[in-house]
């Protein structure tokens, strides 16, 4: 069921730079909010977490030092960062939130989802 409406996708050039945001429709309050992204041909793999109590934020080592997720309380929102963006990067990016209790990358875990972005980068 998508929930989860996720904005700010698009295409760049290598180095660029993009903000992802992903804010709930219903405005539903969950503790546990993460990005994930998938590539053509590829499994859809975990970007990073972020557990709101506490804002604590895990990041896979492919983009740690990059991207950095954040949040906005009062618009119940949570956004991704991406900085010096790479070819490999290219993917269509997920974010899912639910209320996990703790910092979870298991996509089982998270009942709701959005409808995934295109992020493009070209070299």
């Known amino acids: 069921q998508v929930q989860l409406m996720e904005s700010g996708g698009g295409s760049v050039q290598a180095g660029g730079s993009l903000t992802l945001s992903c804010a709930d429709a219903k405005d539903t309050w969950f503790d546990t909010w993460a990005w994930f992204r998938q590539a053509p041909g590829k499994r859809r793999d975990g970007v990073g977490v972020?557990?709101?109590?506490?804002?604590?934020?895990y990041y896979a080592d492919s983009v740690k030092g990059r991207f950095t997720i954040s949040q906005d309380p009062a618009k119940n929102t949570v956004y991704l960062r991406m900085n010096d963006l790479q070819p490999e990067d290219t993917a269509v990016y997920y974010c899912a939130a639910d209320r996990a209790g703790g910092v979870n990358w298991y996509q089982g875990t998270y009942n709701h989802w959005g409808q995934g972005i295109q992020v493009t980068v070209s070299s």
């Open positions: 972020i557990y709101i109590q506490g804002g604590h934020t």
